[in-house]
């Protein structure tokens, strides 16, 4: 019999907070004291691999009077206040053997530690498949899971993402080593950054199958479209194998969803909450989205001219402020099994209602800086104060049907719906007329409201075969249809500056508007995905072990189309604007302006089709016993053709585009004892451009117009990983790892000249010069009892040289601009990553608590065309905190606090603020870096949810 290995010591150096020590004081204080009389305790471990068994029942009889428990997290057990008797200890565990009848004596006083050790009833069938024993939504399981993976992995479980303080997969992803997030302007994560690599070198898939993008440019999934809750683990890959999908350099988000159980499952919540942002001083602005469901060019044709009265300006004249507008989130899960378990069928949804939002304060550069004092001294041509109120409601839908014909073939269906609107009243004044840099008493303020909707929507229905062909023969195949798409039906904008006459006090005594503008615009995408994949195992036996041969590949068929308009209307006034358009005469400037074939944003629509397939090769096998060998070749094809509505006369305006990409890889997994593994792998991977970014778009951006590039190439990667592995049981870990990439023409958007020299624009391009990314991770999970320890940390460094431009001042020549090459970190990688979370799990009395503190280091948040003016996020530390307490067998009491400590996202320039006058520096607030200039700061305050969960 195999007894476990003693626990590995873990321990925090230092706490990121003093929130935190005061927590853990209270839990050591409030649940280490031990009874004053007798007791019996001990563990529960599985007979064979000598894991905890988490959640045995523990049963303690003297006389007719029983006791009962649950072992906790590390599979420990006690009993206190014993009196000196004979007693009968006992245990059992769904799928296993119970042990009865273990007498402990306490009559000669004295506590007693007793170990109970149970055979499991079932057999493993696969190194990756978890035999079905216990809860596999379980921390165990996904241990077990990533002890027995073929190539470096993280996992959340089911029950790990249940308490976390995270309603979407984009915020649980944050938990997960080496991740971080990009926020979007209402504080909510939207996009993962894996070990630094930008949401371009990562890819999605649910339950294995890719699935396509509702994004208008580019194929990366925003994240915050999945309500957590939905999954039945969450795994973050960071080695491909060459059975997997190419195209992730950074790495793969598997969101294994919710499978069919083996027994009747009945689970729902309801919570309520809201955001501490909103209050009477600042009120939420809702709006109803205006009815115009497509442009005046959608319906009436390209040669149609419009008018102002094709146009409704409801998304404005809706406006209505909410003080404090109540959050709410519910879920409904049913499953089970029918026909002597052959039919096996769940079907579950989730709806969440979020309100949040954020109040921002941004100095905008000019378009180009100033050579004096200094070369490429910033200049600031506008300050803005932004108010986001952001409702985002999201309906997630899926069911699994599986059918076990026989022993040898089984055939499932699964279909995902996703629906998501995000409402968004965003609503400027531009203060820099109101006495930044200027003495004049007569000043100008620009203010713009703007309403947006956007609807995204995801559907993915997938026929999955799996046939035993003979005793060494196995096949499966998937057969996938998916659609994604984004549409942001009559986005509203009115912009009018309004000049102000003031005192010498600063009091307004004057205002009249004018310069008023209304804009209109619509964007609608589809993505639509065909697959087919198949996959051949053959297990012979050689050299007296079996061999695992795999053949397989996919075929896709993409279609993806894109539509985009905006009209833009002007009209004067000389009255102050009260929110009502009708006195506003609102025209186009020319007639023609109105007419879709004359607009300019013809290149920014197109239509594209995309033919992948790959085929792989793979063999797995064992030297030494304890070497597991795991290696092949994968080759990806990729044919696209696309097409624009630009003009004839726009180059490029249509294209073919193919390449193939020879992808090898190899993964070696050393088994030191049945806990320890080390790993070492290499492997090839791709990324393809975006869609938006190859067809010759021009799009009106922040500082500059944005265009495309038919001549881009596809980004390639070599990536190598070690790693070492501790599995103690339960749901301890220790993984300590590295990594190296080396990206071979990857894109960079670099600001390019087209005419004269005031002609500059933005332009995706690959760099000449490889880039380098390579770091190291650390994973520790220790539980002390019901009082646990969860760390990981990340650090991460890169670099690729790409040109800028400089300006400064030559005394003879005068002003002067050239290009210098900077050498600087990928946009996005943070060289310091961290989480850290302090757990208490007690099955006794029934509660769960976390407190859970991310730290995202700085990182550079958008490159500049300017020599040493690139904008940084400064570091990032948010405190959560979440709870679940069993109020009865079947329900329980649960809440979720975001954002304990206000924590804000704030922007650098790494540029003195000595450059900055009296007035900008009053705007943005304290100016905290010496060396550099804050130009952004977003707060978004805390967020509270609380319900109620019941689970038959």
């Known amino acids: 019999m195999n007894k476990p290995l003693p626990p590995f010591s873990s321990s ?62 590390d599979g420990s057990f006690s009993f206190y206040k014993l009196k000196p008797e004979l007693y009968q200890l006992a245990a059992q565990f769904v799928g296993y053997d119970p042990v009865t009848g273990k007498i402990v004596d306490l009559r000669g006083g004295g506590d007693q530690t007793v170990n109970l050790y149970l055979n499991s009833q079932a057999t493993q069938m696969s190194e990756v498949t978890i035999a079905a024993q216990g809860n596999h939504e379980s921390d165990r399981a ?37 991740v971080t997030i990009q926020r979007s302007s209402s504080g909510e994560g939207r996009y993962a950054i894996i070990r630094g690599m930008a949401q371009r070198y990562n890819n999605t898939l649910v339950n294995g199958i890719k699935i396509p993008s509702p994004d208008d440019a580019y194929r990366f999934v925003p994240m915050d479209i999945f309500p957590s809750e939905m999954l039945e683990r969450l795994e973050v890959i960071k080695a491909l194998t060459p059975n997997m999908e190419g195209d992730a350099i950074g790495g793969t988000m598997n969101l294994v969803m919710k499978s069919a159980p083996d027994h009747l499952v009945v689970s729902a919540n309801l919570s309520g909450g809201m955001s501490s942002l909103f209050s009477g001083n600042r009120p939420f602005l809702s709006f109803k989205a205006s009815p115009n469901r497509q442009s005046p060019a959608m319906i009436h044709g390209n040669s149609y001219s419009a008018t102002y009265a094709d146009f ?121 007329g109101l006495g930044l840099n200027s003495t004049n008493l007569s000043k100008q303020i620009t203010l713009e409201n703007r309403s947006q909707l956007i609807q995204q929507n995801i559907y993915n229905s997938t026929l999955h075969g799996d046939h035993v062909l003979n005793n060494k023969l196995r096949f499966n195949w998937d057969g996938v249809y998916s659609i994604a ?15 102000k006459s003031l005192n010498n006090a600063g009091t ?62 002007t009209g004067g006034k000389s009255t102050l604007y009260n929110n009502n358009f009708d006195q506003i005469p609102f025209t186009f400037t020319t007639a023609s302006d109105g007419i879709g074939s004359n607009n300019p944003d013809l290149n920014n629509n197109y239509s594209v089709t995309e033919k992948d397939n790959a085929e792989y090769g793979q063999i797995k096998f064992r030297l030494f016993q304890k070497l597991q060998v795991l290696g092949g070749v994968r080759i990806e094809n990729t044919a696209m053709t696309y097409d624009t509505k630009s003009p004839a006369t726009v180059s490029q305006r249509s294209g073919n585009i193919s390449y193939t990409d020879v992808l090898p890889s190899i993964h070696l997994k050393y088994e030191l004892d049945g806990k320890q593994n080390l790993r070492a792998s290499y492997f090839a991977s791709l990324s393809r451009p975006g869609f938006g970014e190859i067809i010759p778009y021009n799009r009106p951006g922040e500082y500059y117009d944005e265009i ?63 880039a380098t990314n390579y770091g190291a991770e650390l994973v520790a999970t220790k539980f002390f009892g019901t009082i646990g320890f969860s760390v990981n940390y990340t650090y991460t460094h890169s670099r690729i040289t790409t040109p800028k431009l400089n300006y400064y001042n030559d005394p003879t020549a005068g002003f002067q601009q050239d290009f210098v090459n900077q050498t600087r970190p990928l946009q996005g990688q943070a060289d310091h990553v961290g989480n850290a979370s302090i757990l208490y799990k007690s099955a006794k009395i029934g509660l769960d608590m976390q407190l859970a503190f991310v730290y995202t280091g700085e990182r550079l948040a958008q490159v500049s065309p300017y020599l040493n003016l690139d904008f940084y996020q400064h570091a990032y530390e948010q405190l959560d905190f979440s709870f679940e307490k069993k109020l009865t067998s079947h329900f ?39 060396a550099q200039t804050l130009v952004q700061s977003d707060f978004y305050k805390t967020l509270f949810l609380g319900g109620i969960r019941y689970k038959l």
């Open 312 to 432: 409704n300006n409801n998304a404005l004249t809706s406006n209505k402020n909410l003080s404090s507008p109540l959050s709410s989130t519910a879920g409904l899960t049913v499953g089970d099994r029918f026909f002597n378990n052959k039919l096996g069928v769940i079907v579950s949804a989730s709806y969440q209602n979020i309100y949040r939002g954020s109040d921002s304060k941004q100095l905008t550069p000019n378009a180009q800086p100033s050579a004096i004092p200094l070369p490429n001294s910033p200049q600031f041509s506008d300050a803005y104060d932004r108010t986001y109120s952001t409702q985002t409601q999201r309906l997630g839908l899926h069911n699994k049907i599986d059918y076990v014909i026989n022993d040898k073939n089984k055939l499932s269906l699964y279909n995902l719906y996703i629906h998501q609107n995000e409402y968004t009243a965003r609503v400027t004044a531009d203060t820099l």
């Open 508 to 569: 307004v005594t004057a205002e009249v508007d004018n310069n008023t503008k209304l804009t209109h615009h619509w964007e609608n995408n589809r993505d639509r995905d065909l697959s087919g994949y198949g996959n051949l195992i053959y297990n012979p036996t050689i050299a007296g072990q079996t061999v695992e041969i795999a053949i397989g590949g996919l075929y896709r068929n993409k279609n993806r189309d894109a539509d985009y308009i905006s009209y833009s209307l």
């Open 142 to 178: 996904v241990r077990s899971l990533e002890k027995a993976a073929p190539s470096v992995l993280n996992i959340l479980s089911a029950n790990t993402i249940q308490l976390l303080p995270d309603v979407t997969v984009a915020n649980a992803l944050q938990r997960v080593s080496g």
């Open 708 to 770: 495309g590039n038919p001549y881009l190439k596809h980004i390639t990667a070599d990536n190598l990983d070690l790693r070492y592995e501790l599995f103690p049981g339960g749901a301890d870990q220790l993984l300590i790892g590295t990594f190296f990439k080396k990206i071979h023409n990857p894109i960079e958007y670099f600001v390019v000249r087209q005419g004269g020299p005031s002609n500059q624009f933005i332009k995706p391009q690959n760099d000449e010069n490889d």
């Open 12 to 73: 925090l150096s230092e706490t990121p907070c003093p929130l935190i020590k005061i927590l853990l004081s209270l839990l050591i204080i409030c649940f280490t004291a031990t009874g004053y009389a007798q007791t019996i305790k001990g563990k529960v471990f599985d007979a064979k691999t000598g894991e905890p068994l988490v959640g045995a029942t523990v049963s303690l009889i003297a006389g007719n009077k029983p006791l009962y428990t649950t072992a906790r997290l």
């Open 892 to 930: 329980s009491f649960y809440g979720k606090v975001n954002n304990i400590t206000n924590a804000a996202a704030k922007v650098y320039l790494k540029y003195p603020h000595s450059n900055l006058d009296a007035k900008q520096q009053e705007f943005l607030g304290k100016q905290d870096i010496a």
């Open 485 to 499: 798409t984004r549409h942001m039906p009559d986005r509203t904008d009115f912009q009018y500056d309004a000049n």
